[in-house]
């Protein structure tokens, strides 16, 4: 029962490690937590969340599955109180069984027999849904009750095959997330972002500065003369405004490789949201976004010339929304998108544009090829190779350009 | 006499870590008595309590010991006897202390997410077995008393899974009016009833105005209502019967940039013109 629970927390997002379940085993079968539902609820939360942001989720979950069983938690709560027995949690923790209970699980008619009526189990109660003690309730005898906690932690003999087996039956979801090529991703990421760096003495004296104190030592006569120094860091401010929502949910994944990286190398790096196009207003919260944003001059006024300022977006959209005035699809702006862009470079002169749609179709949308005329030809593919040359383009500022210049 | 407030899963929360002997990781909006928990528990606890403060550029290291290589250097030209021992030079860190004590201690992590980003990583092993190894001396310290670790965290870095995994978590929500009603009542015991309505009124409109940057918490609060007792003011001078009419008195107890206080006029000025209109 408890089990189809710990399901149910997953398939919600809540990842739920195994040391986490079955430390939540241990406290239940010392006691705590066990005296009723609220008391369960906190200590469960404690034990298996560990962001307040899925809180909710976890509530709704409990709610969910919990409601209306109160009499069916009294039962698991008091078949959890005395059979499980405490060297068994031990045991498993320990990714072994002792001799005498591989015995006892052959006897029951194998491994792969006692997993296969797991699963059988495990499907029966899905489908019906009454939950009730059965499946965890007789505890110490039957060998759901055992090995039910967490089989995939038990390993014997030929562990990886057996093993993986486990995890299949009991969290069909668990290899979703399991997405190798996300931090390889962001891994790439990072290290192009690193050529970005700017390493700059600062902060408190704490590495031996071997030149300064040979010579220092050598006036001093061969009497030791120590001399520190700071450790450099990355000086390097970054202020990135990402296109949301629109045709930008295509992106969204990329996106959000990028900027994780991004905000994992820079010690200043500053990001505001903005949609389709850059008007008189970004902001910082999406969620809210019409009453906390900030003035595009604004930005430009607390944020230094020093800033690097990288653009993502896939710049598509209906041209008017970057030539004229009134032309943004969600509000009537005064003036044209292109002159807040050419004041933008004009305050942030190293700027590049990162552009998640493939390459090969940006001649083929008009407003892209304005965008990439106006960025003068700074505008690059948001991939790996792209994201390299974008960070050499960024050390040379672009041309300033005049903001009388209608152009557009 | 204590006047530190818990709520019940909080106290659940500290029971499970002391029973399961797991650090208990606090997060919660600043001024909701992260730190001043740990504090109050080893006063409870009667047992000792080891601080330790990470900043930006605190190491894993430091925490557990130091090796002072360079007043080494320094005795070795002065020729100083002490130079012999490698010992001499070992400087303890706080959990190395806590490690030492003969009775259970509580150790208290500060602000964890302020240090570098591999920080948590590098606590892994020492948090879990509760020892290190000192390799210049080839000593294991370990913990004769497993000690209750709390570690509080703002939220400004993200902390990796590994080190979640094996910390309790615990996230202080803001108290509620009634609790928040029991921590005020605890620290000024003499409060005149009127005042303190006055006051929490005031005090909960203002945090639910949008968009202020630092919402007051709780020790704004008390700090505030220090200062209207020790002025003796009396509750009408608050103005509480309309929060958006007039900033509070003493508002700089509670908001804490001119920013908020810009805003907070904006949001007065809009609403007499609201009111004038009708």
Known sequence: MLLDFHDRLRAAGITVSLSEWLLLMRGLSMGLGTLDIDRFYTFARLALVKNEALYDRFDQVFTLYWSGQTQAFNELIDSLKSPIPDEWLRQLEKDALSEEQKAQVEALGGWDKLMETLAERLQEQKEEHHGGSRWIGTGGTSPFGHSGYNPEGIRIGDAAKRQGKAVKVWEKRQYKDLDGNTQLGTRNFKMALRKLRHLARDGRADSLDLDTTIRATAKNAGLLDIHMRAERQNAMKVLLLIDIGGSMDHHAKICEMLFSAARTEFKRLDTFWFHNFIYERVWQSNARRHTQSTGTTELMRLYGRDHRLIIVGDATMSPYEIAVPGGSVEHWNEEPGALWLKRLQNEFPHCVWLNPEEQQWWNSTPSVRMTQELMQNRMFPLSLDGLSDAISTLKTPINPVSLNDNSY | ??????????????????????????????????????????????????????????????????YDAVSRLRDSQLGD???????????????????????????LIDEIDKADIEFPNDLLQELDKMSFDVYE???????????????????????????????????????????????????????????????????????????????PSTSELLDWLKLLIADDLPAEALGAEDIRTVLPRMHGALLKNEQDIHLFERVIFLHKQQQNRR
């Open chain 2, 1 to 66: 006499m204590s006047n530190y407030i818990t709520t019940d899963d909080l106290q659940i929360a500290i029971d499970a870590a002391l029973t399961l002997e797991r650090p208990l990781l606090i997060k919660g909006e600043p001024g909701t008595g992260k730190t001043e928990l740990a504090h109050e528990v080893s006063r409870r606890l009667k047992a000792p309590l080891y601080s330790w403060h990470i900043k930006s550029t605190t190491r894993a290291q430091q925490g557990l010991y130091e």
């Open chain 2, 81 to 107: 006897d002490k130079v012999a021992s490698i010992a001499n030079y070992i400087v303890k860190g706080v959990l190395w202390e806590a490690f030492e004590s003969t009775e259970r201690a509580v150790v």
């Open chain 2, 137 to 215: 001396t080839k000593q294991t310290i370990s913990a004769s008393k497993r000690p209750l670790v709390i570690i509080t965290s703002n939220n400004e870095k993200e902390l990796p899974d590994a080190f979640l995994r094996r910390c309790f978590f615990h996230y202080i929500s803001f108290p509620d009016r009634d609790t928040m009603q029991r921590i005020v009542e605890s620290h000024f015991p003499d409060i005149k009833q009127n005042l303190l309505k006055a006051a929490m009124d005031v005090f909960f409109d203002l945090r639910d105005v949008p968009g202020l940057k630092k919402k």
